[in-house]
């Protein structure tokens, strides 16, 4: 079964700057979907950014961006200009073309001002 | 935009009980999942529906039924709830393609005594 590892349980970032956290899967697999959900204390976990396997250009979404090495089955999440309202649970998640969603432990971020 | 609802935020139930989750969408998706969330472990899949009356057995089923009547309601079920079913459960829903992105609901948090 694919499996999606995220080594960090827990990283902090002083306001404005700029952290990196980390998600590398394991499948063998060439199609597939990569997605980093965020959930912030007591609310709705949303989608913060998805990139298709397929594609070499890695997602951006305004201060998100992601660091996608499919050879090395690596899709780390970059956010910019970190905001107090960026502190959340970070999930990263691997799904095949159909219903198959794999989900990491999560990342605890704080972000200090 | 995509609205999911959960039919209780908090519920405190007693060892034995049986125990309903609601989870609603008004997006006409045709796929809803049921997960249960538990620190360090992430999300777990329980059980999903792809269609009205089907249903299909997750990672962790055990323990768990689900009802699926009408399109935009999908039902979770205790049938006897026990302590180790204490969690945060999480509905989502996605559209029929595969690379559909999943949006999820509020959450339930579930303490079972």
């Known amino acids: 079964a694919q499996t999606v590892t995220q080594s960090q349980p827990e990283m902090s970032v002083q306001e404005a700057e700029t952290v990196t956290l980390s998600c590398t899967y394991d499948t063998s697999e060439s199609d597939y979907y990569l997605f980093w959900y965020k959930q912030p204390p007591s609310r709705q976990m949303i989608l913060v950014i998805r990139?298709?396997?397929?594609?070499?250009q890695n997602a951006t979404e305004n201060r998100f961006s992601v660091n996608f090495q499919k050879a090395a089955k690596s899709f780390s999440l970059k956010i910019s200009d970190s905001q107090l309202g960026d502190a959340a649970m970070y999930f990263c998640?691997?799904?095949?073309?159909?219903?198959?969603?794999?989900f990491g432990a999560g990342t605890r971020l704080t972000v200090k001002p | 935009d995509v609205k999911v609802t959960q039919s209780s935020r908090y519920l405190v139930k007693r060892t034995g009980e049986k125990v309903f989750l609601e989870c609603v969408q008004d997006?006409?998706?045709?796929?809803m999942f049921w997960y249960r969330q538990d620190p360090g472990l992430g999300l777990r899949l329980i059980y999903f529906s792809y269609d009205v009356k089907m249903k299909e057995k997750g990672d962790i089923p055990e323990g768990y039924s689900v009802s699926r009547e009408k399109k935009e309601r999908f039902s979770l079920i205790l049938e006897s709830a026990s302590t180790n079913q204490t969690s945060m459960y999480l509905c989502?829903?996605?559209?029929?393609?595969?690379?559909?992105?999943?949006?999820f609901g509020p959450g339930t948090r579930l303490l079972v005594l």
């Open positions: 989502a829903t996605q559209g029929g393609s595969g690379k559909e992105t999943q949006y």
């Open positions: 990139q298709e396997a397929y594609k070499q």
């Open positions: 998640a691997y799904k095949l073309g159909n219903n198959d969603m794999r």
């Open positions: 997006m006409d998706h045709e796929n």
